[in-house]
């Protein structure tokens, strides 16, 4: 009689309880599968497929040169954000093949990568975090990796889907090497995506993006660019001009802003591998992997050229390595924020400047070369004493042997704020973070 007095007792207790927990559980199961969570993956199925004759999207002028990034600091917050969501859908079960790179566990690991490609343009972090590139667009499949007329461009070429007055997402029908006549001036709106297939641009012009907006380059073996120019070039369906002398660099970025370069792999080029000038910002250069050059990447045009003064770049995931000899990068004037990258060879330098940039180094590995005259990663140009007032900082950097970064200036909490974009990760976690950086060897139905 007493156990039966009991366990009626704890029956009408326990009744309540596990209904309140059932209403709690039904509650957070509402919450994750509502609009935060699927605004970021919705599950559609997305075949790639031409779209030469998509119309023109509706987009004022103000939106297709939105130029500045206000606020930076709010930049910072919302990259921290969307670092925390992901590691949450990580915890859920959604993804299992967590690496610390918070780029790539956004989307590596769906083995239906090829069906949902437009989910990439959510994955961005840094200072370009906000590029989304072609993913408001059709797809666009080149299939031709020749013919170029750099003045009237054939369909199904990569010049004809990236002049066009549209948003649009360009994938590649197979295997193929691209040689430019001139250089491949985009239009804005654009994403190229290589991904499950192997292409290069080498041997000829490169890519420009000039006085354009939200431009994602993704997957492309960039090599052996060449000085062209002195020709006329097809920047529109409504326009052509004559384009004086290019520099023979890898990826050129003039007067732009939102442009973000992920995954690549770049090498030999004649000038830079990346250059970012004339009042170009708000870019991310992630995940690429930079071999056999000399000066790698200019960031700033000149001394005298103030506009700069407002210029962002997040540096991140990259991996620099063999053959290089100087600027990775090389400031002017602006916020850059170096975080989380492995450098494993430089001969003369790894990161230089001049005319008071902001640099935040912050998670880096720095492995000096053996000679003992290059041991040290900084490097500021042409300069009289003035340098120690720029602001230069090493924050939690790996810096091997006998590797040593040269600080400077008054730790400026604001400007610091301004060169900060994401998160730093320890750089004890730099080998399993650039693992895959440079093109990756996708499979359709496999995690990438």
């Not at 003369?348 to 880096?364: E, R, V």
């Amino acid at each position: 009689m007493r156990l039966a007095s009991w366990r009626a007792t704890m029956q009408f207790y326990m009744t309540p309880l596990l209904l309140l927990l059932a209403l709690l559980v039904c509650v957070s199961a509402s919450v994750e599968n509502g609009k935060p969570v699927q605004s970021r993956f919705v599950d559609v199925v997305e075949e790639p497929r031409s779209s030469f004759n998509s119309s023109m999207a509706d987009r004022s002028n103000d939106d297709w040169n939105e130029h500045a990034v206000d606020n930076p600091e709010e930049i910072a917050s919302l990259v921290d954000t969307s670092i925390r969501n992901s590691s949450t859908r990580r915890e859920l079960g959604y993804f299992s093949c967590a690496t610390g790179n918070p780029i790539d566990d956004c989307w590596r690991c769906d083995p239906q990568w090829q069906r949902h490609r437009k989910r990439l343009a959510n994955c961005g972090i840094g200072f370009g975090r906000n590029a989304v590139g072609g993913r408001d667009g059709k797809y666009y499949v080149v299939s031709d990796p020749g013919h170029d007329d750099p003045v009237n461009p054939r369909p199904g070429t990569l010049r004809h889907a990236v002049i066009q007055d549209r948003p649009l997402w360009i994938v590649f029908k197979r295997d193929m090497v691209i040689t430019l006549k001139q250089e491949l001036i985009m239009n804005s709106f654009k994403t190229i995506d290589a991904r499950g297939v192997n292409v290069h641009i080498a041997y000829g012009g490169c890519i420009t993006i000039q006085f354009v907006t939200n431009v994602i380059i993704h997957g492309l073996h960039i090599h052996d660019c060449k000085p062209t120019g002195n020709a006329m070039v097809r920047s529109s369906p409504s326009h052509y001009g004559w384009r004086t002398m290019a520099d023979g660099d890898g990826i050129s970025i003039f007067g732009s802003s939102h442009i973000w370069v992920d995954h690549n792999s770049l090498s030999n080029c004649a000038d830079g591998l990346i250059d970012a000038i004339m009042g170009s910002t708000a870019i991310t250069i992630s995940n690429n992997y930079f071999t056999h050059h000399n000066e790698v990447m200019l960031l700033g045009h000149s001394d005298s050229y103030t506009r700069d003064k407002q210029m962002q770049v997040t540096i991140a995931y990259n991996h620099f390595g063999e053959g290089l000899i100087q600027r990775m990068p090389r400031c002017r004037h602006g916020y850059f924020h170096v975080v989380n990258n492995d450098y494993t060879h430089w001969e003369m330098y790894a990161i230089g400047g001049s005319a008071d940039p902001t640099i935040n180094s912050q998670g880096n590995r720095y492995l000096a070369p053996n000679n003992r005259f290059a041991k040290e990663v900084t490097h500021r140009v042409q300069t009289t004493g003035r340098w120690r007032h720029w602001n230069w900082r090493s924050e939690g950097d790996l810096l091997l042997n006998g590797a040593y970064f040269v600080q400077s200036g008054a730790g400026a909490a604001a400007s610091y704020a301004r060169a900060s974009s994401l998160g730093a990760k320890s750089s004890s976690m730099i080998g399993t973070i650039t693992a895959g950086a440079g093109v990756l060897n996708c499979r359709f139905g496999r995690q990438c």
